[in-house]
């Protein structure tokens, strides 16, 4: 539908409503958008048409896009609507764009209302069929892929696929040695749990879901956050947070203990521990709220305050599950340290009994900014830049490095100047990136401060899931000529940037407006390296592959609906270092093809990726007893086999920088050998 003039408003939303009405759709009470949303969701339309890097229009196409996307968020395993529930919606499949223009989400809150009446319907069916008794001797088959099937067409279909699913829930249980009565009482708890927390599902939250659908027509990246998400985003970037200090999870409809945050309140406190149960929240002097069955993000909300503030909570201790305490804990500013750069001093003759370097490994988990601090002057805000450079002082301090690791593994990227003030502690100056701005303008991004931080051979560590800013470093450090890259076969390819901007008609600002309407995470540019390539789609590949798992799933940019294509332009004129010539990647290549064959353990790994890869397109389970068992007492012995090696690979969890075992032993090997080829580069060229 074309866009229609502002005194046409007042027909669309009243053509809407009747639509709505016969169709067959039933208003709840508590199913319409709040007072604001309808402000909120033209501001968002307004911006993304105004400031997306496509500059395309909400018209049709993405009203039909807009409609599928948010019915698959929705039902995703297609479980609880049903084909003429669909049928119903398709009739609004090129509506979608003018009401969303003029504010209109009641879509979203009708589309909810359905899948509500529909979950209270399957719940009633499954807990039907979790009582009822199955033939496990019969051979028959569970689809698991939902793309497989389309729509159920009737109650009676639906009600076959929840058949299969609570006989496979009970026969999974059992052969894990269940007995079927405490079965059926988990999958009563499970499934009453899951319901418990749809229903509790808030206005904001539906709001959020439907306009972050319409984003994502545009491109995977570019989302609607909430006021509440916003303050989450905002954490993350600055690592610091006012609370408690303790993850939280849910467990059977209450909240647990996950773990407690070292020099938070509750490690300081010291009663809270984890496994305990938190049943009760109250602010202050004020009356408790029973946060049994609430859903976490609620219950976080009520825990989470101001520093200096007292939170109470009521606790079922782990080691007294019958008894009841009350914890009063104050609040503080807790800096969340497992996501902030480290970095440690190997020695490799030590580490492999072998060789005479040492290698300075420094592991970045994001590029984080505290955008507020640094706006406001705050002397010592976080930045992930300013941790690299210390890292790198302390290195100078311990009598130096023979070599320098970057551990980008699992590092999603995060503020673009900041892989910008990173890659600028390893040249000189120059640029680090270009990008392309809306009107089609390229422009460079320099690193203005002349001087290096370190000179000498670096390594950089990628792998599917190194995306963005990670992107960003590990290409230039490769253009520049400057070190070497290693891991998997490339990284996620994530090409875009995305600017975060307050739902407001104001200009670019990252704080939100008094009023907060949330924030618009939008992509307006793309990002070149300065060879001219975009990382888009195919990302930066690694110049040395080692064996991995993780390199044959179905990760990065090129499996993602509507992202964006890959593209160049011109190269930009920039130094090179030439610490990474042909010759001496083919050498190092060689010699790590060799320990490769050699190793067992990545034998192992090469087994897996063999196994794995004969089950990737597998797209049904068995419900005959006598198969499953057969089936996953083989994964099982996969699975251990699979930990094991999980232990001795790093996954950059908690714990060690760079954990011993084979993959970073590896790694190791690699840098050794590139400081040794160095050293002979040098000598034949003097």
Not at 144 to 149: K, S
């Amino acid at each position: 539908m074309k866009w229609k003039a502002p005194a046409r408003v007042g027909i669309t939303l009243t053509f809407a409503m009747v639509l709505f009405a016969a169709l067959g759709f039933i208003a709840h009470a508590n199913s319409k958008p709040a007072a604001g949303d309808e402000k909120t969701a033209k501001l968002v339309s307004e911006m993304i048409s105004r400031y997306h890097i496509s500059r395309k229009n909400i018209d049709d196409e993405v009203s039909q896009r807009l409609l599928n996307r948010f019915l698959e968020q929705l039902d995703p395993q297609k479980l609880y609507y049903i084909q003429s529930d669909i049928d119903k919606f398709m009739a609004l499949k090129t509506e979608l764009d003018d009401q969303i223009k003029s504010g209109d989400v009641q879509f979203a809150f009708t589309a909810f209302d359905v899948y509500d009446q529909r979950l209270a319907e399957r719940m009633k069916l499954v807990n039907k069929l979790i009582d009822r008794d199955y033939d496990y001797t019969i051979e028959e088959e569970m689809v698991t892929d939902a793309d497989e099937l389309d729509w159920a067409k009737s109650d009676e279909e639906i009600a076959e696929r929840w058949r299969k699913r609570i006989k496979y829930d009970l026969l999974t249980l059992k052969l894990d040695g269940t007995e079927m009565d405490e079965a059926r009482e988990r999958l009563h708890k499970r499934y009453h749990n899951i319901q418990s927390m749809m229903e509790q599902t808030e206005g904001f939250e539906k709001l959020e879901m439907y306009l972050s659908s319409l984003t994502h027509c545009f491109d995977p990246h570019s989302s609607y956050m909430s006021p509440e998400t916003l303050d989450d985003f905002q954490i993350q970037m600055r690592l610091r947070l006012e609370g408690i200090g303790a993850a939280l999870r849910s467990e059977d409809g209450y909240t647990t203990v996950a773990q407690i945050v070292p020099g938070g309140a509750a490690e300081k406190d010291g009663r809270l521990k984890v496994g305990d149960k938190i049943i009760g929240v109250a602010q202050e002097d004020g009356e408790f709220t029973d946060i049994v069955e609430m859903k976490l993000s609620r219950v976080v909300r009520l825990i989470r305050g101001n520093k200096g503030t007292v939170v109470r909570l009521q606790v079922k201790p782990k080691t007294a599950p019958t008894e009841i305490k009350t914890y009063d804990l104050v609040r503080q500013e807790i800096e969340l340290k497992s996501s902030e750069v480290k970095g440690e001093i190997i020695d490799l003759s030590e580490r492999l009994g072998e060789g005479k370097g040492k290698i300075g490994v420094i592991n970045i988990p994001s590029f984080y900014r505290d955008f507020d601090g640094a706006r406001s002057g705050v002397a010592n805000f976080k930045s992930t830049s300013r941790d690299v450079h210390k890292v790198l002082q302390d290195f100078e301090k311990q009598g130096g490095v023979d070599a320098v690791v970057i551990d980008l593994r699992m590092n999603g990227g995060g503020a673009l100047s900041e892989a910008i003030e990173v890659t600028g502690l390893f040249i000189n100056d120059g640029p680090v990136v270009m990008v392309k701005e809306q009107d089609g303008n390229i422009k460079s991004h320099n690193d203005v401060d002349e001087g290096v931080a370190y000179t000498g051979p670096l390594v950089v560590v990628c792998n599917r899931l190194s995306a963005s800013a990670s992107e960003i470093f590990a290409g230039a450090i490769k253009d520049y000529g400057r070190g070497i890259v290693v891991g998997d076969t490339t990284t996620h390819g994530k090409g875009t940037v995305q600017n975060v901007m307050p739902v407001a008609r104001t200009t670019f600002r990252f704080l939100s407006p008094p009023e907060s309407r949330g924030a618009l995470k939008l992509t307006i540019n793309q990002f070149y390296r300065v060879n001219g390539a975009s990382t888009q789609n195919r990302g930066v590949t690694s110049d040395i592959v080692l064996p991995s798992l993780i390199d044959h799933m179905d990760l990065g940019e090129s499996f993602l609906d509507n992202a964006l294509k890959f593209d160049q332009v011109d190269e930009v004129d920039h130094d090179r270092y030439g610490m990474r010539g042909n010759e001496v990647i083919s050498a190092l290549q060689q010699a790590n093809a060799q320990r490769i064959k050699q190793d067992e353990e990545f034998q192992k790994v090469n087994e897996r990726i063999t196994k794995y890869m004969k089950r990737k397109n597998r797209k049904t389970v068995s419900l005959n007893e006598a198969t499953l068992k057969a089936e996953q007492e083989n994964e099982k012995k996969e699975a251990e086999e699979e930990e094991e090696l999980d232990e001795a690979a790093d996954d950059n969890a908690d714990g060690p920088v760079f954990p011993e075992g084979y993959y970073n032993d590896e790694l190791l090997h690699i840098t050794q050998d590139y400081i040794d080829q160095l050293k002979r580069t040098r000598t034949v060229n003097r």
